[in-house]
């Protein structure tokens, strides 16, 4: 199958900026995704990158290495509501193949 | 719009129990898709379609049926439920791109316990 790889969890503070890294295998990629998922609810679409480089969307932004099967997710000027689990998600083909997620707190 | 619905929000089964969990969806969506999601794993593709009469396996098959009568609707099937199959299992859709996939967009799960 096709590991994909994040960090287990993450600790910041309120008003930091925090980077939550994700490997994957590079064979097949059609694009990636990242979703945000509070406790107990659905997650929830916050990026897609297909092409290299970094798309920004307001305090979120998201970067794509395709040579490097290397992306991540940048957060900044945290609140305490960005504590969450944060999904990466590869499209391979018609399958789409999680991360782990990573578990981001949000310290004051 | 609703958005994707599932039913029931919980459930509790015995060993053996078949059932069926309920999606669907208002927004035309071609693809759809069951995930299982258990604690360090991270949501795992069960089954997925991209249109109405076309399903097909993915990460996880074993023990679940689907069916695509519809381009609204896409229940999962246990047919003998186990312990193992104790998670929350959530349906998601999206539209199909000319080139790539779009966004899922998640139900809000349904919560299984098999005992």
């Given at each position: 199958?096709?590991?994909?790889?994040?960090?287990?969890?993450?600790?910041?503070?309120?008003?930091?900026?925090?980077?939550?890294?994700?490997?994957?295998?590079?064979?097949?990629?059609?694009?990636?995704?990242?979703?945000?998922?509070?406790?107990?609810?659905?997650?929830?679409?916050?990026?897609?990158?297909?092409?290299?480089?970094?798309?920004?969307?307001?305090?979120?932004?998201?970067?794509?290495?395709?040579?490097?099967?290397?992306?991540?997710?940048?957060?900044?000027?945290?609140?305490?509501?960005?504590?969450?689990?944060?999904?990466?998600?590869?499209?391979?083909?018609?399958?789409?193949?999680?991360?782990?997620?990573?578990?981001?707190?949000?310290?004051? | 719009?609703?958005?994707?619905?599932?039913?029931?929000?919980?459930?509790?089964?015995?060993?053996?129990?078949?059932?069926?969990?309920?999606?669907?969806?208002?927004?035309?969506?071609?693809?759809?898709?069951?995930y299982r999601q258990?604690?360090?794993?991270?949501?795992r593709?069960i089954?997925?379609?991209?249109?109405?009469?076309?399903?097909?396996?993915?990460?996880?098959?074993?023990?679940?049926?689907?069916?695509?009568?519809?381009?609204?609707?896409?229940?999962?099937?246990?047919?003998?439920?186990?312990?193992?199959?104790?998670s929350?299992y959530?349906?998601?859709?999206?539209?199909?791109?000319?080139?790539?996939?779009?966004?899922?967009?998640?139900?809000?799960?349904?919560?299984?316990?098999?005992?």
């Amino acid at each position: 199958g096709q590991n994909i790889d994040q960090p287990t969890e993450m600790t910041a503070t309120e008003g930091a900026i925090v980077q939550i890294n994700c490997t994957y295998q590079t064979s097949g990629f059609n694009g990636l995704f990242w979703y945000q998922q509070h406790a107990g609810e659905a997650p929830t679409f916050l990026s897609y990158n297909v092409l290299d480089g970094l798309e920004e969307k307001g305090r979120f932004s998201s970067f794509l290495s395709r040579s490097k099967g290397y992306s991540y997710l940048l957060l900044k000027e945290l609140q305490m509501k960005d504590s969450a689990s944060y999904l990466c998600a590869v499209n391979y083909g018609q399958n789409f193949v999680f991360g782990p997620g990573t578990r981001l707190s949000v310290l004051p | 719009n609703a958005g994707v619905t599932q039913t029931p929000k919980f459930q509790v089964l015995k060993t053996g129990q078949s059932m069926t969990l309920q999606c669907a969806q208002d927004m035309n969506h071609e693809y759809m898709s069951w995930y299982r999601q258990d604690p360090g794993m991270g949501l795992r593709l069960i089954h997925y379609s991209v249109g109405a009469g076309i399903t097909d396996q993915g990460e996880v098959p074993n023990g679940y049926n689907v069916s695509r009568s519809t381009t609204e609707d896409f229940p999962l099937r246990l047919l003998s439920a186990a312990p193992s199959q104790t998670s929350v299992y959530f349906c998601a859709s999206s539209a199909l791109g000319v080139e790539a996939y779009n966004e899922q967009f998640f139900g809000p799960g349904t919560r299984l316990t098999v005992l």
